[in-house]
């Protein structure tokens, strides 16, 4: 088997060639324009990049359907996104997929202390697979960051739980 070095702001992620190599699970990746980092993953380095969009989205209050593939080479998977909260929303068929895809790499376009990044991570750990999770959040959840961000008790058990699921998330 072959290995591949990418970076992602930053951080480093050695993946082995596998059935196929990342699959991009992303609520932003239902817009054309948001797979073109993916697409040069796949042009580039030649890795065999999969990525699951919803059919749909709420944009300014309205229901919008999905860009269609850009070129014939991007493999798509639509699929219908539950629930209306990112921290707990999750992709119907999600799991199916990945149990006929076998990914070796997971990026997951979504903060690591949600319920999605929580249940990949367990995905992953049991499959040998690799879990990337990006957030564009800037604030520290740690609890003593909390504790002074939110004030009293509730920040810092608002920490706790967050630091707790990030970990549960790990391989």
Not at 54 to 66: N, Y
Not at 113 to 135: E, F, H, T
Request: net charge positive; hydrophobic share 40%.
């Amino acid at each position: 088997m072959r290995s591949l070095t990418i970076c992602l702001n930053s951080v480093h992620v050695t993946l082995e060639k596998s059935m196929i190599d990342l699959l991009v699970v992303s609520h932003a990746t239902f817009k054309g324009v948001n797979r073109y980092v993916f697409d040069l993953l796949r042009k580039q380095h030649n890795l065999k990049v999969e990525i699951i969009a919803p059919k749909q989205l709420k944009v300014a209050g309205k229901w919008t359907l999905a860009d269609p593939p850009e070129d014939a080479a991007q493999t798509m998977h639509y699929l219908e996104l539950k629930g209306n909260n990112p921290r707990t929303h999750d992709f119907d068929g999600l799991f199916d997929l990945l149990e006929s895809r076998k990914p070796k790499g997971i990026y997951l376009d979504n903060d690591p202390v949600s319920m999605q990044a929580l249940r990949l991570g367990k995905w992953a750990r049991k499959n040998g697979s690799r879990l990337i999770c990006l957030s564009c959040e800037n604030l520290s959840f740690y609890p003593l960051a909390s504790y002074k961000r939110l004030g009293g008790i509730k920040g810092f058990v608002n920490g706790c739980i967050k630091t707790g699921l990030m970990y549960m998330t790990k391989p």
